[in-house]
């Protein structure tokens, strides 16, 4: 079962944070990676066969996983992007009032 956790940090600390988590992510699924490696005669018997089903099985649901992290990353960042240009539009209106009125 999923679940989803939030919770607050400063805002400049997300680029930082998204990355931590993104450095995380990628070891795992390097270290998950790098479990499939095959040596030559691990497909010529019929029991490995069956493990290396397996293993590719797990690993596809993994990768489901962290295909839904990423785009949890994309959207932090994306929102955070967002937030920043905003944040800029909106201070440069309240300078474009002040030097008008």
């Known amino acids: 079962m999923k679940v989803k956790i939030s919770y607050t940090i400063d805002f400049d600390e997300v680029p930082t944070k998204v990355q931590n988590l993104l450095e995380g992510t990628l070891e795992e699924l390097q270290s998950e990676a790098s479990s499939l490696q095959l040596h030559g005669s691990d497909m010529d ?3 490995s066969k069956l493990e290396i089903i397996s293993k590719l099985q797990t690993f596809r649901q993994s990768l489901m996983k962290y295909d839904m992290q990423l785009a949890d ?3 932090l960042l994306a929102n ?3 937030a ?4 800029m539009t909106d201070n440069t209106e ?3 009032q002040n030097e008008s009125g």
């Not at 920043?84 to 944040?87: C, F, G, K």
Request: proline content about 0%; glycine content about 0%.
């Open 80 to 82: 955070y992007e967002k």
């Open 45 to 47: 018997i019929a029991k």
């Open 73 to 75: 990353y994309v959207n």
């Open 94 to 96: 309240e300078e474009e």
């Open 84 to 87: 920043t240009l905003d944040i």
